[in-house]
């Protein structure tokens, strides 16, 4: 079992709809970090999180640290939103460990 | 301000040649990475300077080697490519050599390079 789980892998929506992006870990972590992946290749970093949540635009992160996830919501989703979107957490000074991504698509 | 940056972007190799591929960034880290992304798998480290003057092995080193040239370079060098290496490799950076929060890690375009 990989140390951090995504779901859905693949995910298609419509304009417009709420989207929620999961991830699990099995591992004790100081932070959990959101990344996107365009089409191009390019990764930027979205979020870090410690504890509880974080706003920025229409992505909201959070984080429950007692149940090791974290969900990524996009309100009023759009087509430029249509990325791969990588969970990825640390614990200290060790390496980041990052899940497999989940490839979203948002339709017109 | 660039960032990051990786070149090539695209590289075809035939089975023994040897390339380098070259990473900068320009935001003064200590800290840098070569990472390699294959489908269905997470990004996985290939080395890293934690900070100039020391490289370390990450999960997947076998096949290459890395230079830190100066506290913006970090190169990773194939010196007998082989077919198994064909991915996409990505070049990062942060302030310090961390997971933790605080600790924004910026990505390079990703380089393609197919091993034939």
């Known amino acids: 079992k990989n140390e951090v789980e995504q779901s859905p892998q693949n995910l298609t929506a419509q304009e417009g709809e709420f989207i929620t992006i999961n991830c699990s870990y099995s591992v004790g972590i100081s932070a959990l970090h959101w990344l996107q992946q365009h089409p191009g290749g390019g990764i930027v970093s979205l979020f870090m999180?410690?504890?509880g949540k974080k706003k920025h635009g229409r992505l909201i992160a959070t984080i429950n640290i007692q149940e090791k996830h974290s969900s990524l919501h996009i309100t009023a989703s759009h087509p430029r939103d249509s990325a791969v979107y990588i969970c990825?957490?640390?614990?200290?000074?060790?390496?980041?460990?990052f899940g497999t991504g989940t490839r979203l698509q948002v339709f017109p | 301000n660039a960032g990051v940056t990786q070149t090539p972007k695209f590289q075809v190799l035939k089975t023994g040649q040897s390339m380098t591929l070259q990473c900068a960034q320009d935001?003064?880290?200590?800290?840098m990475y070569w990472y390699r992304q294959d489908p269905g798998m997470g990004l996985r480290l290939i080395y890293y300077s934690a900070s100039e003057g020391t490289t370390d092995k990450g999960e997947v080193p076998n096949g290459y080697n890395v230079s830190r040239l100066n506290k913006r370079e970090f190169s990773l060098r194939l010196e007998s490519a082989a077919p198994s290496q064909t991915s996409v490799y990505f070049c990062?950076?942060?302030?310090?050599?961390?997971?933790?929060?605080?600790?924004?890690?910026?990505f390079g375009e990703g380089s393609w390079l197919t091993v034939v």
């Open positions: 999180l410690s504890s």
């Open positions: 990825a957490v640390g614990k200290g000074t060790d390496k980041l460990i």
């Open positions: 935001m003064n880290h200590n800290s």
């Open positions: 990062a950076s942060s302030e310090v050599f961390s997971g933790s929060a605080g600790n924004t890690i910026y």
